[in-house]
């Protein structure tokens, strides 16, 4: 997705056709409804959805911590992949990404990904401050929960 192994990756099987599966992941700004941390997104720069090098803010709370964080979209693949690079105050934080393809009978693959982009003294500093001890475990916690929160939208009958 941004062109490097990312450090966690999260892949499911959704009993649901491709499309209804891109229309649920495809879009940042609808993160809120999946993410256990995001609470909005709302898109900046006179961008106004997904699209290469559209920028967005990120709203996020985990417990009483609150932050926002900016996003720019740098993979768009309209039905296949988006990814986006996640910065704080100018420092580059992480890439975080879905693909989205045919896995045949229906059902659709869909793999979370998330890149660790900050260096030694941010990344130590951003941990205790976020409440977090383990970020790859926690991020691919985060990632199966959005996954699984898809999954449910997409199986239910109300979005057949």
Not at 76 to 96: I, K, N, R
Not at 140 to 145: L, M, N, P, V
Request: hydrophobic fraction near 35%.
């Amino acid at each position: 997705m941004s062109g490097t192994t990312p450090d966690v990756e999260v892949t499911i099987d959704i009993a649901a056709p491709t499309g209804r599966v891109w229309d649920l992941i495809g879009d940042p700004s609808r993160m809120a409804e999946w993410s256990p941390e995001c609470d909005r997104v709302t898109w900046i720069g006179g961008a106004s959805g997904p699209a290469l090098g559209a920028r967005f803010r990120g709203h996020n709370t985990k417990g009483w911590r609150q932050w926002t964080t900016t996003g720019t979209v740098i993979a768009y693949q309209v039905g296949t992949e988006v990814a986006w690079h996640v910065d704080f105050l100018g420092l580059a934080v992480a890439d975080w990404g879905y693909r989205v393809e045919d896995a045949g009978n229906g059902t659709t693959r869909v793999t979370g990904s998330f890149t660790d982009r900050r260096n030694a003294v941010f990344g130590a500093l951003s941990r205790p401050t976020r409440g977090v001890s383990d970020t790859l475990a926690h991020n691919r916690a985060g990632i199966s929960t959005t996954l699984e929160r898809v999954r449910t939208a997409a199986e239910s009958p109300a979005t057949r």
